[in-house]
């Protein structure tokens, strides 16, 4: 048996790709429902916590958005500390950002903890692809990823893409722990004393 969801703890989850490849745009279509068509938007917060009902309980995702640092890439692993899930997103009318997410991919391999959760995401589905997508969803498939087509304009798949990274990372919440010890309460009271 499952132990169920006695607290909501954040489960933070890092949205990475390209300049402009709408990384920001995707996070305030699900935070706030709108499509900003303007010039290049950052969060200007470091995240946005969000919550999401899952088949497990509600689960707080705490999401941490690039503000320009994604320019640098050497500059992007320092937010990666504790994630649980990463966001790997592309422009489908931009061929040249699908090889930078393949990249992105080996950064957060090499340089995250174990086995975190991966999605790959091809952004502006609304208009036309570049490239034949076949080829990603293959490269995800083979990586292992989940891979989603999604538009922040329209806000096709949005929802979906972040219920499912929503009940991917509940199964972090409630696996069986060894000696069935309440590692929430124990992370809430580490934060208090240092
Ligand atoms: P970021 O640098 O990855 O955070 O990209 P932004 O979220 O700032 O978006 C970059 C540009 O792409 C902006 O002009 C957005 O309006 C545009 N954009 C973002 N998502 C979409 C989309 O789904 N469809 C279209 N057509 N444009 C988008
Ligand atoms: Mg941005």
Known sequence: TQPSITEESK????????????????IQKFTKGVFNNGEESTIGAAFVVNRVETSRGPVI??????AGQERYKSLV????????????????????????????LEIVRNESGANPIIFFVGNKIDIQPDFDLKEASDFA???????????????????????????RVSVLQTAPQSG??????????????C
């Open 77 to 104: 692993p320092r937010y990666f500390k504790g994630a649980v899930a990463y966001i790997i997103v592309f422009d489908v009318s931009e061929r040249a950002s699908f090889d930078d997410a393949k990249d992105w």
């Open 11 to 26: 489960q933070k989850v890092v949205i990475i790709g390209a300049a402009s490849v709408g990384k920001t745009c995707i």
């Open 61 to 66: 995702l705490n999401l941490w958005d690039t």
């Open 180 to 193: 069935g010890i309440n590692l929430v309460g124990e992370h809430e009271q580490k934060k208090s004393c």
């Open 141 to 167: 498939q083979e990586q292992g990823l989940t891979y989603w087509t999604t538009s922040a304009a329209t806000g096709e798949n949005i929802k979906q893409l972040f219920e499912d990274i929503g009940e």
